[in-house]
């Protein structure tokens, strides 16, 4: 049996309130326990979008109600609220910009990114969901303004050479990679279809083999948990977005048995960085017992997400969570979850 921290998961869609036929707060928490993770940030893209301190107040307080495990949350923007800024900025962990097509509303005309970059004084960063040119030119702005950003879910070589060079120019970056670019191509997301749809889109093989040697480079390892149901997966125009929160650890700990990953730099990947960079609080009696040597087959069925599904169904792992504590209490076991909606907390920055 081996012993990690509670993990920290900087990156989840929990889709409540708004879209809770696809996850809610109980069903996503749930799912972060039986895959580890006792802290996890949540986006802001939702139906309902966080780009108001009503609408955050209001999910925090449902949230509340909801969660069995710790749940901190970002800002959105369009560029139209940068006079909330201010009213928010202890209130979340960072301000997610999207400058790229994905699920939900928030994409902005780029024009506004300077102004944005500008209003946001905090020191918690800001996150980009941004591919491409759309790096390029974040890189520009944190040159001229010095601004700490987080580049999310990063899987493409041209997109991560980018990152490298502005990181050898000591430019207060720092990027994140998920499961399904480590594990996925473009090769699975023919056979997956639209369970193997999301944005950014998977890469090809030497795009993986060029995240995977450059690895050193990727400061935090994100699930990207974003859950749709099977019905709209299906439908004529699928969502973007796979579920990850019961995944991402299981097929850590199988890279770490194939000697891809050492023990250590996957606690830097999935504790300390994240606590580091969102400066994120955590507690040294809330833990996670793994058997490092228990094989099994990750099974939809089995899953605690609402949405019922995996793209890593049918995959043989090796390395089962046993049992959680938060706070001392254990919270999950053997595949149990040992306490009521309510018991984790709403965290702030
Ligand atoms: O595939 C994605 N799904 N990428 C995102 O950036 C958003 C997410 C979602 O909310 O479904
Ligand atoms: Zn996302």
Redesign the pocket.
Known sequence: MIKFPGLIDVHV?LRDPGQTEKEDFFTGTSSALAGGFTTILD?P?NKIPITSIKTLIEKQKIAKEKIVCDVGFYFGSLGENLKDFNKVQDKVFGLKI?LNK???NLIIDNKNLNNIFKAWTTNSPILL?AEGKSINQVINIVSETGKRVHF??IGISSDLKQIIKAKENRLPITCGTTPHYLFLTEKDAKILGPFG????SLGSKADQNFLWKNLKHVDVIES?H???TVEEKKSDHP????PGLETTLPLLLTAVFENKLSINRLIELCFKNPKKIFNIKTDKNTWVEIDEKEEYIIDNKKLFTKCGWSPFNGWKVKGKVKRVFIREKKVFENGKLLVKPGFGKVVTN
Do not use: E, I, Q, W
């Open positions: 869609h986006m893209n999207y994905t699920t939900g969901h999310c879910h749809l999301m944005k950014p990207d974003a859950p749709h969502p973007f977005g796979v």
